[in-house]
């Protein structure tokens, strides 16, 4: 197994896999609803126009204006 593998993790929003080090978790989800890509959980909160975690209820990142 490719030492890299491990760190694999799968975006909660966009389903993609990458490195746990591009991924983020901003709130208190864990399991397979604990990473996102910054840029999806910014774009989901931006279409939700909520800021809230559906699932645990914790505020995500503030809204991006860009």
Known sequence: ???????????RIC????LD???ES???CSGSLKY???KCVQRWCNEKGDTTCEICHQFL???SSS
């Open 26 to 28: 901003p709130c208190s």
């Open 1 to 11: 197994m490719h030492p890299s593998r491990r760190n694999m993790v799968q975006c």
């Open 15 to 18: 389903h993609d896999e990458d």
């Open 36 to 38: 996102a890509h910054r």
């Open 61 to 63: 990142f503030s809204r």
């Open 21 to 23: 080090s591009n991924m």
